[in-house]
């Protein structure tokens, strides 16, 4: 089990076996004797299913399919879920979750997925539910892992990390930052990267695991509450929105050449890069390691770019290891490059803006719409790269307006509408008492 283990050996943890406070009425809590410490666990041992580990609190941990019912039957009626995951990737291709925290107003629990029988389709159940809103933080990866095993995504979402950013804590907030702002709590994270699949858990991993969803409760009471009030739900949405598309879970080794970021477009190239690129997400995902475990990056770059013709010549290659040609991995490659001669290269969607762009972008003007865009996002309270990323600066500065996103619904209002004053001259930056201020010119 996650926690009997752990806690059955007073002389490692000799504070977690407590006299019950009626029995010692005024005293410090006090080591015991060896019979009594045993005698302590037995009783821990055979409570705590029922009443949940007892240490600094309550701590209820659910490690049978009835249980996660149970638990799931609590909460369906919760207005909503703040949720987290643990996991481990270091050697597998799939993320392997080791836990599920859950909390909701009074109710906090972590549940067990490597428990012998467990089954999470309660838990699914509770995510699909489309009255429960359900918080995460910087909750990519967590999707990721509910969508791998459970084929579903959050909806309706609050992602915190996303929410922060347009309400003045700045870009890529950090949990902890937000739960000392808005909880007044800190956050112990040195358990971060400890094996999270190693049973028995210890009990700074479990602390850590559950205060990851108990404070984020209150950090999404209060984000929520600001978003109402400042009315900026549909600041987020955009966002949100791209967090949720099923296309950003759907590991499809017809795309996996993506990933690569090739500089070259020629078709050759590209055609070959596609198929040995589909090659290693297939095989990666089947026998489920890492990418760079079957064929590193730059391997696929160099098959790509010189497509070998056979086995030797396949063994040439720099980081191909001897003997992998004569593999049945080695025999599928080389089929696969084979079959690339006479395949059409992927499609590459052009850059919207390289038609249309008529001239190359002043650096002058660029950091000039980058103060700009720092500025109004300050008095704003919003992070810069939600209003305009690198691109929408370029062509704003080479006046190539054309689809645009900050040119449009409340970017335009916080920033476009004066980047393109600007740009006209009709706006102008200066320094006022060592400040950059934006001026209004007269005509």
Request: proline letters at 7%.
């Amino acid at each position: 089990m996650i926690w009997e283990r752990s806690y059955q050996a007073p002389a490692v943890a000799p504070s977690i076996v407590r006299m019950p406070p009626a029995d010692r009425p005024g005293c410090a809590p006090r080591r015991q004797p060896r019979k009594v410490q045993q005698s302590a666990a037995r009783v821990i041992k055979a409570g705590a299913a029922r009443k949940g580990i007892r240490y600094h609190r309550r701590m209820r941990i659910v490690e049978t399919t009835a249980g996660l019912k149970e638990l799931a039957k609590e909460l369906e009626g919760a207005p909503y879920l703040a949720l987290d995951t643990e996991f481990m990737r270091d050697s597998t291709y799939w993320p392997k979750l080791c836990l599920l925290q859950i909390a909701a107003p009074g109710v906090e629990a972590i549940v067990d997925p490597l428990a012998d029988g467990i089954e999470l389709a309660p838990f699914f159940k509770l995510v699909r539910n489309p009255k429960i809103v359900k918080v995460l933080h910087a909750g990519r990866q967590d999707i990721e892992i509910f969508w791998h095993k459970g084929r579903v995504i959050p909806d309706p979402l609050f992602d915190t990390q996303i929410v922060a950013m347009v309400c003045g804590f700045g870009e890529a907030t950090s949990y902890e930052t937000l739960a000392r702002k808005l909880a007044h709590a800190d956050v112990d994270k040195s358990a971060r990267f400890t094996d999270w699949a190693r049973r028995p858990l210890t009990k700074r991993q479990l602390e850590y695991a559950l205060a990851d969803v108990t404070h984020l409760r209150t950090i999404y009471e209060a984000l929520a509450a600001q978003l109402a009030r400042t009315k900026r739900e549909s600041w987020v949405a955009e966002e949100i929105a791209a967090l949720k598309s099923e296309e950003l879970y759907a590991l499809d080794p017809a795309h996996a050449w993506k990933r690569l970021r090739p500089r070259s477009s020629n078709k050759r190239f590209l055609a070959a890069l596609a198929a040995v690129a589909a090659w290693r997400e297939r095989e990666a995902q089947a026998r489920d390691v890492p990418r760079n475990r079957v064929l590193k990056d730059e391997v696929l770059l160099e098959l790509a770019a010189s497509p070998p013709e056979n086995g030797e010549a396949l063994e040439r290659i720099r980081s191909v290891p001897k003997g992998f040609a004569a593999s049945r991995m080695g025999r599928d490659l080389l089929g696969a490059i084979a079959a690339a001669k006479n395949a059409p290269p992927p499609e590459i969607p052009e850059a919207p803006d390289r038609k249309r762009r008529r001239r190359e972008s002043s650096p002058a003007a660029v950091d000039l719409l980058k103060t700009l865009l720092r500025l109004r996002a300050e008095e704003a309270g919003v992070a810069p790269r939600l209003i305009a990323n690198a691109d929408d600066i370029e062509r704003l500065a080479a006046g190539d307006d054309q689809g645009v996103p900050a040119l449009s619904g409340w970017r335009n209002e916080v920033f476009g509408k004066d980047a393109v004053a600007l740009r006209n001259g009709q706006l102008a930056i200066a320094l006022e008492n060592g400040e950059a201020v934006v001026v209004e010119l007269e005509d």
